[in-house]
């Protein structure tokens, strides 16, 4: 089994940054790209920022330029840089990686809320 443990969501005022960190334990022998998304309520899933295991990266553009993504591989860590908050950033904060151990399975975390107050 594979889980993926989110931390460091918590209540910001705008303007301010968090950090967010994702670690995968379990039955792994390769982790592909890593990557956040969010949901805002009444709002669909959508992709924050992703990573490839070479480090390529991957943002949507409303954080373009306030949100930065990075990894750990040794630590099988994934980060969320996340400055200048926004309050349309208010949403839980899911990491998703695509994990091979004989196969390649997508993996979620629980998620962590983030709430950013104006």
């Known amino acids: 089994q594979v889980q993926l443990v989110e931390s460091g969501g918590g209540l910001v005022q705008a303007g301010g940054s968090l950090r967010l960190s994702c670690v995968a334990s379990g039955r792994i022998r390769w982790i592909h790209a890593m990557g956040w998304y969010r949901q805002a309520p009444g709002k669909q899933r959508e992709l924050v920022a992703a990573i490839t295991s070479g480090g390529t990266t991957n943002y949507a553009d409303s954080v373009k330029g306030r949100i930065s993504i990075s990894r750990d591989n040794a630590k099988n860590t994934v980060y969320l840089q996340m400055n200048s908050l926004k309050p349309e950033d208010t949403a839980v904060y899911y990491c998703?990686?695509?994990?091979?151990?004989?196969?390649?399975?997508?993996?979620w975390g629980q998620g962590t809320r983030v709430t950013v107050s104006s």
């Open positions: 998703n990686a695509d994990i091979q151990y004989s196969v390649t399975h997508s993996y």
